[in-house]
Nanobody, 126 residues
Framework: QVQLVESGGGLVQAGGSLRLSCAASGRTFIGPVVAWFRQASGKEREFVAY????????NYADSVKGRFTISRDNAKNTVYLQMNSLKPEDTAVYYC???????????????????WGQGTQVTVSS
């Protein structure tokens, strides 16, 4: 069982930046694929970005492309989400998720992810 812990959320003005972190507890490998999802109040959970641990290939939702960057730190077994040029519509609870297995085609549906963090609130004021 992989336990994921997110940190780095908070309140920021529009145009500002935040960096979220996702780490696996203990010495557990975080997973071959790690993604960020977000869920705004009253809306469904949506894909934000993923990274494959091997090769570090990434993919982003169109709504965050060019503003958000997902990365990983092998030594720290941690995945980051750097969020720049934040907009009020980015306000949501952000969740880190990991898959047990790596596949050639990486899913962007939350149903395909096995482990989840508790979420961290990001609020962007206008």
């Amino acid at each position: 069982q992989v336990q994921l812990v997110e940190s780095g959320g908070g309140l920021v003005q529009a145009g500002g930046s935040l960096r979220l972190s996702c780490a696996a507890s203990g010495r557990t490998f975080i997973g071959p694929v790690v993604a960020w999802f977000r869920q705004a109040s009253g809306k469904e959970r949506e894909f934000v970005a993923y990274i494959k641990w091997s090769g570090a290939s990434t993919n982003y939702a169109d709504s965050v492309k060019g503003r958000f960057t997902i990365s990983r730190d092998n030594a720290k077994n941690t995945v980051y989400l750097q969020m720049n040029s934040l907009k009020p519509e980015d306000t949501a609870v952000y969740y880190c998720a990991a898959r047990r297995l790596s596949t050639v085609v990486v899913p962007t549906s939350s149903r395909e992810y096995d482990y989840w963090g508790q979420g961290t609130q990001v609020t962007v004021s206008s």
